[in-house]
Nanobody, 125 residues
Framework: EVQLVESGGGLVQAGGSLRLSCTTS????????IGWFRQAPGKAREGVSS????????EYADSVKGRFTISFDNARKTVYLQMNSLKPEDTAVYYC??????????????????WGQGTQVTVSS
């Protein structure tokens, strides 16, 4: 059974940094991708970044390019999202998710079939 557990959220001032972790288990092989998504109050869940487990290909939403970095530690089966230069508009619940359908790398939430419980990120101005 695939399981995803997020950690690392918290409260930070604008301009600060946080690193989120997504600890994974239950995968067979490396034919999957991990994505980070976020959902602010009253807004739809949106894709932030994603990475393939096999070759480490990455994708970023325009709103976070140059500020966020996704990485995959294969030994620890953990995906990290390093978030720098945080802005108040980055405030949201952040979720990691797994796409095990062997589709192309994407930030479309409908492609992801396993989800974590989420971790809150709050950026104060």
């Amino acid at each position: 059974e695939v399981q995803l557990v997020e950690s690392g959220g918290g409260l930070v001032q604008a301009g600060g940094s946080l690193r989120l972790s997504c600890t994974t288990s239950g995968f067979s092989g490396d034919g999957y991708a991990i994505g980070w998504f976020r959902q602010a109050p009253g807004k739809a869940r949106e894709g932030v970044s994603s990475i393939t487990a096999s070759f480490g290909h990455t994708e970023y939403a325009d709103s976070v390019k140059g500020r966020f970095t996704i990485s995959f530690d294969n030994a620890r089966k953990t995906v990290y999202l390093q978030m720098n230069s945080l802005k108040p508009e980055d405030t949201a619940v952040y979720y990691c998710a797994a796409d095990t359908t062997y589709g192309p790398l994407t930030l479309e939430k409908g492609a992801y079939d396993h989800w974590g419980q989420g971790t809150q990120v709050t950026v104060s101005s």
